[in-house]
């Protein structure tokens, strides 16, 4: 947990609304502080862009990964395009923003309903609508297809919302429940806690241990905050390379094999703006600790410089104990 070294009230920026998986890493990063403001916003982009230009917000916290559908390309791409942006005469990028912290929120999803129920119970209803985000849908198809036959008078209907927490919103706005029909919610506990809602069942996913990591971002001449006792400190870094020179990312990949770092994460983006018009243009994310107390970190980076036509590092951060969970 990251404690703010001047015992100030801090504001931190979510991707909302209340509720969501990105409330629950906010709330695992600073919810034993009581004087924490938590802000939900509408989109990772405006998490990133408050933040830089909101004196008032301290942090954001925004998804990076997910263990079963891989990366958010939304904030990879906000990545990408701020290092791009800031790159016209540079070797090295030193971005506004720096990855302070990172987060780790398992997705465990739950049948919600507005009030208490049983699962016995959902059968004598001749209709009944499920909301929930639609990437939900494919989590939880083998549950909803063991339901339908736990229900086989019932029609059950699969409704889309903005989010899992608004589908929780929904389900206890819902008037009435009539004799025949009823409204449930597929969400997190943290949802259903938010509206005062009843969970009917848990834990549904088809596929248990499906995680997101979310990193927290700062302003990077906010002040100084403490990070966590951790063996373990992860670096991301961003870079390009000259694609049309020949083992230009094998000159970047090989600086790795002459220090003792371990690379733990790569993967890529298509640049969005390709210089002198080509296609096929690449930034890369790499991810990469070292547990040498002996690590000559100014010649690792001079070799990465040099390899490099742009290279960007994000931050420096403890490795979360849920990692290993």
């Not at 502080?33 to 990133?48: G, H, M, R, W, Y």
């Not at 993967?267 to 040498?292: D, H, V």
Request: with cysteine.
């Amino acid at each position: 947990m990251t404690v703010a070294s001047s015992g100030q009230p801090i504001a931190v920026l979510f991707l909302g609304p209340e509720g969501t998986y990105s409330h629950q890493a906010a709330l695992q990063q600073f919810g034993d502080q009581s004087n924490t403001k938590f802000v939900a916003t509408d989109s990772i982009p405006e998490c990133l862009e408050r933040l830089e230009n909101d004196c008032n917000i301290d942090y954001a916290v925004v998804p990076f990964e997910n263990s079963t559908n891989g990366q958010v390309i939304f904030t990879y791409d906000l990545l990408r395009d701020r290092m791009v942006r800031q790159s016209e005469g540079v070797n090295r990028v030193v971005p506004e923003l720096e990855v302070l912290d990172e987060q780790y929120v398992s997705v465990t999803h739950c049948l919600v309903a507005s009030s208490a129920l049983d699962l016995e119970s959902l059968s004598k209803y001749k209709r009944i609508k499920i909301y929930s985000h639609p990437q939900v849908w494919g989590q939880v198809d083998k549950y909803l297809q063991n339901l339908q036959y736990r229900c086989p008078g019932t029609v059950i209907e699969r409704l889309d919302t903005p989010s899992t927490s608004d589908a929780v919103k929904r389900t206890v706005q819902v008037e009435s429940q009539s004799g025949e029909i009823l409204s449930l919610a597929i969400a997190s506990n943290t949802a259903a806690k938010v509206y005062n809602a009843h969970i009917i069942d848990q834990a549904i996913n088809d596929k248990q241990g499906n995680t997101t990591r979310f990193l927290v971002f700062r302003k990077r001449c906010a002040t100084a905050v403490q990070l966590r006792d951790s063996r373990t400190k992860v670096s991301l870094l961003t870079f390009t390379i000259k694609h049309d020179d020949p083992r230009s990312l094998v000159d970047v990949l090989a600086t790795f094999k002459n220090y003792p770092v371990n690379i733990c994460s790569m993967s890529s983006r298509p640049l969005r703006e390709e210089p002198k018009g080509k296609k096929w243009q690449y930034i890369y994310f790499l991810e990469y600790y070292c547990e040498s107390n002996e690590m000559e970190w100014d010649a690792f980076y001079r070799e990465i410089s040099g390899s490099c036509s742009l290279w960007c590092l994000w931050g420096t951060f403890a490795r979360n104990g849920l990692y290993y969970s």
